[in-house]
């Protein structure tokens, strides 16, 4: 095990964990709050890790993540703001 | 190394902080530092080892486009909670 890969597993235990525990508690909008905080973390996740495997091929994945968690995120702020 | 564990240390205690803040609108802000400041860099370290090359390059659109779209979308829910919470 490289230093980037206890790095990502530090960030997978300390950022994606809290990012969850966030994401099942409160109503929709507080939420919403870890889905972009897991989105974040995970691009983060995936870079290091990326590092970590020697395969800069992968690095699509975390760049369409960041674009694709912008827009989902978005799209949820969107729905949720008109109050059923 | 230092820069990578500087990011990961910052990234790990924003996350943290957002989860021991009980205030919506004080958790909002524990979002940007993993985006404007962590991911920076953890970026810098990583295109410090990879040296100018393509790699390098795609690491870093990746970074910017996370740090310019992370206070967009703490903005945005921040309105969405204040519309619900009828402040504005």
């Known amino acids: 095990m490289n230093g980037w890969e206890v790095a990502a597993f530090v960030l997978v235990i300390g950022g994606i964990v809290p990012a969850l525990i966030l994401a099942c508690r409160g109503d929709a909008v507080h939420r919403l709050v870890g889905l972009e905080l897991a989105s974040s973390v995970g691009v983060l996740v995936m870079l290091v890790m990326i590092q970590a495997t020697g395969q800069p091929s992968y690095l699509i994945v975390p760049l369409v993540l960041a674009l694709l968690g912008f827009a989902g995120t978005l799209v949820f702020t969107r729905l949720l703001g008109s109050k059923p | ?88």
Do not use: C
């Not at chain 2, 924003?14 to 400041?37: E, M, N, Q």
């Not at chain 2, 990879?50 to 486009?65: K, M, Q, R």
């Open chain 2, 1 to 88: 190394m230092i820069l990578l564990w500087i990011g990961v240390v910052i990234a790990v205690a924003a996350a943290i902080g957002a989860v021991v803040t009980k205030d919506f609108y004080r958790r909002l802000h524990f979002l940007t530092p993993v985006t404007s400041l962590a991911g920076p860099v953890i970026g810098l370290a990583l295109a410090i080892v990879n040296g100018w090359s393509l790699t390098t390059l795609l690491i870093l659109l990746t970074i910017v486009i996370l740090g310019v779209t992370g206070p967009v979308l703490s903005a945005a829910t921040g309105r969405v909670a204040a519309q619900r919470d009828e402040l504005e």
